[in-house]
């Protein structure tokens, strides 16, 4: 045997072994797809994908090898992804609103490969989920230009699902008209009262009529049934191909900086690795000073707290409970100690997500 066939028999013998490995490293991939289903996780996480290179690149010595060992990582994540992606084909997203709202926007960044299923209003999107009809349900939880989202906060006090992850999401709202149409023919514009309100002075200084409408995409629907070339829609450029509409201005907005937060929701509460917020929902006693206990409990422990929200609750009257969002990891031992502090001073404690942010 020369040089060359050694090498090559050699070579044949490590294919053959990476072929095992290859085979044993995908049924992993497979656990991991099942977990990021359980707690509504996307496939793609880009800070994971660096802590890979960076563990691994060391055991690379060679330096030129090292960068080549890269492009190698990066293809067999890629092939990773994929596989994943071609098993999530049966799960199911749950989202109020119909396709081509922004919910439904968001939830086919997040989830390509699953199925849409698009409820009437947030509690129903909310409950397929807890029933097991949905794997997870995209709910929004607040808008730069709006403030929160209060009947989704309400849901999260009162429902059994826990956030695993917040994603932002640009909102960009656009004139739409049907085939033909240019501004000048439009005399109404219908759309969600927000998005009416994002768009007042466009509104005005065109002097248009406004209608409101349960949501963007709902009134984009309608223009595009109706046929009507002095009747426009205010939603997305991504809802105007949906129903065949045109844009016929752009950015039309008063505030360039409009971006929704949508949770996702799911059955499971996930110890996610380097999770960056948490969310708590409680209930103080009836008893001076009680909130300002709890909140220097919170800040004896290091956590900054981001946002904090009182909302009324069904039932007492006068009996609000409190949704507040921390920085911080929650599972590490300050986290766990001030959930044990916590707990004796609130009538009520839930922890409802630990969780990463993405922007889409």
Known sequence: MNALEEARAQIATLDKEMASLFERRMKLVEQILSYKVRNGLPIFDADQEARVIARNLPSVTDPTLQEYYVLFLHSVMDISKAYQSRMMNGMKVSYCGIPGAFAHIAAQKLF??????AFPDFADAYRACESGESDVAILPIENSYAGDVGRVMDLSFSGSLFINMMVELDVTQNLLGVKGARTGDIRKVVSHPQALAQCAKFIK??????????????AAKYVAETGDSSLGAIASEETARLYGLEVLERRINASGVNTTRFAVFSKSAGTIPSAEHFILVFTVRNEAGALAKILNIIGSHGFNMSSLHSRPMS???????????????????DGEDLLRQLSPVCDKLKMIGAYKSLSL
């Open 205 to 218: 200084d065109h002097g248009l009529q406004e209608e409101d409408y349960a949501n963007t995409a709902m």
């Open 112 to 117: 390509p490969q699953a199925e849409a299923e």
């Open 315 to 333: 039932g007492p009257v006068w009996k609000h409970y409190f949704f507040a969002e921390l920085e911080g990891d929650v599972h590490s031992a």
